[in-house]
C-alpha cells in the first residue's frame, strides 16, 4: 500500500500532551497480531468487474485472498463490507504497488474497522472469526475504547480507559506467559530495556504511564488511536518519537491469540523496545526517512524494511538467533517458532522488495550479527535513504529475482 489501510479509523491526534498455562494456546501458524504501519494490500485486476472498476475497488492480501470492497469509502472513511473473489495480478502494474484501502473481511484481518454513525454512534466492525464477533458485551467494550479515541484531540492528555478486573486479568496471564519465553528467545538489549521500563506485570498500564516511564529512557512518548493509522502519519508520528497505540486487549476466551494488535502488542512489543536508546534511534531514523521521500513506492520501501527489522528482527547473540523485533515478541505461538525460519542474512533491497504473508508465522527473517551491524546496516539506510537510494535498491532486488 501506498498509505497504509485505514480500516475505518480517524487519528487520534498528533504528538502527546504528556511530553516533558491457559485453555486455549495461540493458533499455530497463524498471526497472532497485525500492527498499524503494516502495507496490506496490492493492486490487482478482478476477474469479474475488471481492475479498478467504476465503484468498486478490488484488492489482494499477500496471503492470496481476494478482497473485493462493495462500498466505497464513506465521509468519515468507512468500508461496510467486503468479500472474496477470484483475483489475477495486473500484469503492467508493479507487484510493489499499493493502494489505501478499508476493509471489514474475514481472510487476512487488519485492525477491525471502526465507524460513525449519522447520529455519532461508534462500531467496530469485527470479523466474523474474531473471538469476540458473537459477545455483545465485548463489541460495546471495544466501540466505548474507540470512541475515547476518536475524541481525542492534539494538546489533549490521552484518554485514560477504566480497564475491568478481567481485562486486568488478560494483562496479567499474557505478561508472565511472555516473561518466560522472552528469558529464552529475546536477545539481551531487549530484555535490558525491558527491564529499565519495568512495566506493570498485574494490570494493563495507561498510555500516559506508559509516556511517563519511556521518557526519561528515550525521550518516547505514546499516543491513542482506535485502529490503523495512515502509513505517512505514522512513520511521521516516529520521527517525532511518538508512538500511535490501540488501547483494547483481545478477547478473554483467547488471552495468547489475537487476530489484530491490542494494547499488549503496542506496549509489551514496542515499549520495552523502544526503552533501548539504541533500538529507539533506529526507529526514529525510520520515521525522520518518511518526511524525505516524496513517492509512495520509496515509503512503501522503508516500510517494508522496517517489518523485517523493528516488527521481526532477529539477532545472533552468541551463536544463537535472538528475537528483538516486537512482532515476535509479543507473539505466544511466534516466539517458539521464528528460530526454525528461513533466517537469511541483512539484505536491504531484499527486505524492501519480498512478499509476505501478514497473517501468518514469518518464514522468512534477517538476522543482524550485532547491535553494531544493525545500526551499521539499517540504521544508516533509514537516516541516509531518498527516492532515488530506495528505487535503485527496488531496481536492484528485481534484477537478481
Given at each position: 500500500m501506498s498509505n497504509r489501510p485505514t480500516a475505518g479509523c480517524r487519528r487520534a491526534g498528533r504528538g502527546c500532551a504528556e511530553r516533558g498455562a491457559p485453555d486455549r494456546p495461540s493458533r499455530p501458524g497463524q498471526r497472532d497480531f497485525l500492527h498499524s504501519s503494516h502495507p496490506a494490500v496490492k493492486w490487482l485486476e478482478c476477474k469479474k468487474c475488471g481492475f479498478g472498476g467504476q465503484v468498486d475497488q478490488c484488492f489482494r492480501m499477500p496471503g492470496g485472498a481476494m478482497v473485493r470492497a462493495l462500498t466505497t469509502a464513506s465521509g468519515n472513511g468507512s468500508i461496510r463490507t467486503a468479500s472474496v473473489e477470484p483475483w489475477r495480478e495486473r500484469p503492467d502494474r508493479p507487484s510493489t504497488m499499493r493502494k489505501e484501502a478499508m476493509t471489514v473481511f474475514e481472510e487476512g484481518q487488519l485492525y477491525s474497522a471502526v465507524t460513525t454513525d449519522a447520529d455519532g454512534q461508534v462500531q467496530v466492525?469485527?470479523?466474523?472469526?474474531?473471538p469476540g464477533f458473537t459477545d455483545p458485551v465485548y463489541r460495546a467494550r471495544r466501540?466505548?475504547?474507540?470512541?475515547?479515541?476518536?475524541?481525542?484531540?492534539?494538546?489533549?492528555?490521552?484518554?485514560?480507559?477504566?480497564?475491568?478486573d478481567e481485562e486486568h486479568?488478560?494483562?496479567?496471564?499474557?505478561?508472565?506467559?511472555?516473561?518466560?519465553?522472552?528469558?529464552?528467545?529475546?536477545?539481551?538489549?531487549?530484555?535490558?530495556?525491558?527491564?529499565?521500563?519495568?512495566?506493570?506485570?498485574?494490570?494493563?498500564?495507561?498510555?500516559?504511564?506508559?509516556?511517563?516511564?519511556?521518557?526519561?529512557?528515550?525521550?518516547?512518548?505514546?499516543?491513542?488511536?482506535?485502529?490503523?493509522?495512515?502509513?505517512?502519519?505514522?512513520?511521521?508520528?516516529?520521527g517525532r518519537r511518538t508512538f500511535n497505540s490501540t488501547q483494547y486487549l483481545r478477547h478473554p476466551s483467547e488471552p495468547l491469540y489475537t487476530p489484530e494488535p491490542d494494547i499488549i502488542h503496542e506496549v509489551i512489543g514496542h515499549a520495552n523496545q523502544l526503552a533501548s536508546p539504541r533500538f529507539a534511534a533506529i526507529a526514529q531514523a525510520a520515521g525522520e526517512a518518511s518526511e524525505r521521500l516524496e513517492t509512495e513506492d520509496a515509503?512503501?520501501?522503508?516500510?517494508?524494511?522496517?517489518?523485517?527489522?523493528?516488527?521481526?528482527?532477529?539477532?545472533?547473540?552468541?551463536?544463537?538467533?535472538?528475537?528483538?523485533?516486537?512482532?515476535?515478541l509479543s507473539s505466544y505461538g511466534e516466539l517458539?517458532?521464528?528460530?526454525?525460519?528461513?533466517?537469511r542474512p541483512l539484505d536491504i533491497p531484499t527486505m524492501g522488495t519480498l512478499n509476505y504473508d501478514i497473517t501468518a508465522y514469518q518464514p522468512v527473517l534477517f538476522e543482524a550479527q550485532s547491535m553494531d551491524q544493525l545500526e551499521g546496516v539499517v540504521g544508516t539506510f533509514f537516516e541516509t535513504v531518498d527516492d532515488d537510494l530506495a528505487a535503485r535498491m527496488r531496481a536492484e532486488a528485481h534484477a537478481h529475482a
Open positions: 466492525h469485527l470479523g466474523e472469526d474474531h466501540a466505548d475504547i474507540a470512541s475515547a479515541s476518536l475524541a481525542h484531540r492534539p494538546g489533549q492528555p490521552v484518554p485514560t480507559i477504566d480497564y475491568t486479568g488478560v494483562w496479567a496471564l499474557v505478561s508472565a506467559e511472555l516473561a518466560a519465553k522472552h528469558e529464552r528467545y529475546a536477545h539481551p538489549e531487549y530484555l535490558e530495556a525491558k527491564a529499565a521500563l519495568a512495566l506493570p506485570t498485574d494490570h494493563v498500564p495507561q498510555l500516559h504511564e506508559v509516556t511517563q516511564a519511556l521518557m526519561p529512557l528515550t525521550g518516547w512518548c505514546y499516543t491513542a488511536a482506535p485502529g490503523l493509522v495512515p502509513l505517512r502519519e505514522f512513520y511521521a508520528d516516529l515509503l512503501q520501501f522503508v516500510a517494508d524494511v522496517f517489518w523485517f527489522t523493528i516488527e521481526f528482527g532477529v539477532m545472533n547473540d552468541g551463536g544463537v538467533t535472538k528475537a528483538y523485533g516486537a512482532g515476535i517458539d517458532e521464528f528460530s526454525h525460519m528461513d533466517i
